[in-house]
């Protein structure tokens, strides 16, 4: 835990994310489905991690993917992952934000808020017309945050399908 001292000297940074980073972002996704009471096996996760990474620097990128790190060099605390998808609702190419997540200890830092800043100047910059997410409901911060960037709720009830021998939700 870093003492307040230590903070002052802090210089966040918020970059895509390297292929050493696979098991730290598992970790992150890890506590994130826990959060949720989700159960997720590690080992999946690091393989989806090292898959997003590798499509993150990819070029193009085939998903957008950014890290926070309390300073230069350091251990990620933070991730944003968001993929593409074509949309009616803005006639055309869309992200969709997957998963925004800071670990506990490094939270109210704005480190989230700069995450999706860098996901919404990059589909700036890419011609994207939309972004698209979700945030669970009684998550007061997080509907705070996306509505302070200028995202609007939809009254829409969201299903899912999944494939495959597991259930987890």
């Known amino acids: 835990m870093l003492k307040m001292s230590d903070?002052?000297?802090?210089?966040?940074?918020?970059?895509?994310?390297?292929?050493?980073?696979?098991?730290?972002?598992?970790?992150?996704?890890?506590?994130?489905?826990?959060?949720?009471?989700?159960?997720?096996?590690?080992?999946?996760?690091?393989?989806?991690?090292?898959?997003v990474i590798e499509e993150a620097l990819s070029s193009p990128p085939r998903c957008i993917c950014y890290v926070a790190r309390l300073d230069e060099g350091g251990e990620a605390v933070g991730v944003v992952l968001a993929n593409f998808h074509w949309s009616l609702k803005f006639a055309g190419r869309a992200l969709w934000i997957e998963e925004l997540y800071v670990t506990p200890a490094a939270r109210r830092r704005r480190l989230g808020r700069r995450l999706v800043e860098q996901v919404l100047d990059w589909a700036e910059d890419h011609g994207i017309r939309g972004i698209d997410l979700e945030a669970y409901q009684g998550n007061t911060p997080a509907s705070i945050l996306y509505r302070s960037l200028g995202f609007y709720r939809l009254g829409r009830e969201r299903f899912y399908y999944r494939l495959g021998p597991a259930e987890y939700l």
Not at 29 to 46: H, P, R, S
């Open 7 to 51: 903070q002052a000297t802090e210089a966040p940074v918020i970059e895509l994310p390297e292929p050493a980073d696979a098991p730290v972002l598992a970790r992150l996704f890890q506590e994130d489905m826990t959060d949720l009471g989700v159960e997720t096996a590690l080992d999946d996760l690091e393989k989806l991690a090292e898959m």
